[in-house]
């Protein structure tokens, strides 16, 4: 039987073996006790609770991922920054100091697999110690990917190449810097030799100095700026981390538990039946409103696709509150009727007029929301289901918080398995021109799907379901709007976005069910929150949330309003 073997290093089980047979789909290392390989929980404390883990890829190639450990994940004395094939004979290390194990198969391949290369040593400071702490929008519907599995059989798989190509780019990009680096080093130095033999001052000669090596810093700023990762780079990462969500809910009276329905006006009769019932709305105090009952009528409901992300390995999931709480989002669902206007406050006595979309008061129903009509009425979710990519399992979520003052909300699926998190930016400048990837289920499209055969004999019959797969988009920040900033002017008394904190985006080919998708930067790091549209004549323009109102309903930021 195949096995995989850690052979301890260093660190508390030093000298020690394990052994886990094949197939396994994965290795967790940490100090937690669910973890596969656990570690003394003083001893090793540079290690992470859930620090690392080794998944099989196919037969002969395993992958290692850090997750998001405080002191970082080692393979041949090289910090890795995205997940790393492993090859037999790997030695691997748990924080810089940390403990150290070798990576290892039994048998071994029949072609041995080359072991990995040590790239040039960099010194690394020791890392400092740290206790973790665990944390604990207008439009839209949703799609996800499917993951293709590689054929071990025939040696290394698409998935794998991919991997492996992916490796060798970023080396070269590290190689490049250093060389860089030791250029702009011997050019200081022979400038340096130069400047001492031609100037005899002695402050003259400091400030040269000082001028050179501000030019070399901004040159190896510049070359270290390259290191930018391509959407596809940012796909391969993270589009297992982003969920296709569908939904569908409706309204009801919290005292009766009934459904709660716009009211139908009778304009016309036959025998004492009603022959032709329209819509009512009411006028009442400047603003217009469906008139509700409940009672038979037009239900008050609504139903769609969207997307979210991973940002907890235990299954919470940042989406938009309009995906998640529609209820709580204007409510647009409306047909031409009839409008009361009300002379009294209980509408007792009314006048009655039509009422379409050519009146001057129909624009007026575009701010009613249903989440604001008090506490005796409120939104449920009847269906909140989350897909992930290359999957036709839907999985219940159940609504966990939501933002009061942007369109953001945080749900909660039940998983046995950790999931990946993407990578939040906490404290990161975001400028109009910055480069952007956005992630998402645009219902336009396509679907690709599946012909399931049934291995239950108590019911035989095939289905067939949609596997999402995510849209990748790349764009730009065409404008950083804020709902509050500070006015330098004394011509101005207040500031104003009728967008409130969005970012603008150049990105226009997502759509409806892309709303709660991730929006990152060039570095792989979550920015915003994907949520709206806006389209005049053949100009489309789209925004996101940033995610500062993502991590106040994570509990992480405390806004000030």
Not at 167 to 187: C, D, F, P, V
Not at 277 to 302: C, F, H, K, T
Not at 333 to 340: A, T
Not at 364 to 380: I, T
Request: hydrophobic share 35%; proline share 5%; net charge neutral.
């Amino acid at each position: 039987m195949k096995k995989i073997i850690i052979k301890h290093l260093l660190g508390s089980k030093a000298n020690q073996t394990e052994f886990f047979n094949l197939p396994i789909r994965e290795v967790l290392f940490g100090r937690e006790n669910h973890c596969q390989v656990i570690f003394d929980a003083s001893k090793d404390d540079l290690v992470s609770r859930q620090h690392c883990k080794i998944t099989a890829q196919g037969e002969n190639d395993f992958l290692l991922t850090d997750l998001n450990s405080t002191n970082g994940t080692y393979v041949n004395d090289q910090k890795i920054i995205r997940p790393q094939l492993l090859k037999p004979g790997d030695v691997v290390q748990l924080g810089n100091g940390g403990v150290k194990f070798t990576f290892d198969l039994d048998p071994r391949p029949e072609t041995p697999i080359k072991a990995t290369r040590l790239s040039e040593q960099i010194s690394v400071s020791p890392a400092t110690r740290e206790q973790r702490i665990e944390p604990f929008f207008e439009s839209d519907t949703t799609k996800k990917e499917t993951r293709a599995g590689a054929d071990s059989s025939k040696g290394i798989g698409k998935t794998t190449l991919m991997r492996e190509i992916s490796y060798a780019e970023n080396n070269t990009r590290k190689k490049m810097i250093n060389y860089g680096a030791g250029i702009i080093g011997l050019i200081i130095a022979v400038s340096g030799f130069f400047l001492y033999k031609n100037y005899q001052d002695k402050t003259q000669l400091q400030q040269s100095i000082i001028g050179i090596k501000q030019s070399s810093d901004q040159k190896i700023a510049e070359i270290s700026a390259n290191n930018a990762l391509s959407p596809s780079d940012i796909f391969k990462q993270y589009a297992a981390s982003t969920a296709s969500i569908e939904f569908n809910w409706r309204l009801i009276h919290t005292v009766s538990g009934k459904q709660i329905y716009q009211s139908l006006y009778c304009i016309e009769k036959n025998r004492g039946r009603c022959a032709n019932a329209v819509p009512a709305y009411r006028y009442i105090d400047g603003s217009v409103s469906p008139e509700l009952s409940d009672e038979n009528g037009i239900p008050i409901r609504g139903s769609g696709l969207g997307s979210g992300f991973v940002v907890d390995k235990s299954g919470f999931i940042l989406t938009n509150r309009h995906v998640a709480a529609s209820w709580q989002t204007s409510y647009k669902d409306f047909s031409p009727g009839v409008l009361k206007i009300c002379q009294d406050t209980n509408c007792a006595r009314y006048q009655i007029k039509p009422f379409t979309e050519s009146d001057a008061l129909w624009s007026s129903l575009n701010k009613w929301v249903p989440g604001q009509l008090g506490k005796s009425v409120e939104g449920v979710n009847d269906t909140l289901n989350v897909t992930f990519p290359n999957t036709g399992l839907a999985i219940p979520a159940h609504l966990v918080r939501v933002s009061d003052i942007a369109d953001v909300a945080l749900i909660k699926i039940d998983v046995i398995n950790a999931l990946m998190p993407v990578d939040l930016a906490t404290d990161i400048s975001v400028n109009p021109g910055d480069s952007i990837t956005v992630m998402g289920y645009p219902g336009i499209s396509p679907d690709i799907g599946v012909k399931l055969n049934s291995q239950d004999p108590f019911n035989r019959q095939s289905q067939v379901r949609v596997i999402p797969q995510p849209t990748v988009t790349s764009g730009n920040i065409g404008k950083v709007l804020q709902g509050k900033a500070e006015v330098t002017s004394d011509a101005v008394e207040d500031y104003y976005s009728e967008f409130g904190d969005a970012y603008q985006l150049t990105v226009n080919a997502t759509g409806a069910g892309n709303s709660g998708g991730p929006v990152f930067n060039d570095q792989g790091k979550v920015i915003g929150i994907f949520s709206s549209g806006r389209q005049s004549g053949g100009t489309a323009i789209t925004f996101a949330v940033p995610i500062k109102h993502g991590l106040e309903v994570m509990g992480i930021n405390k806004l000030v309003q």
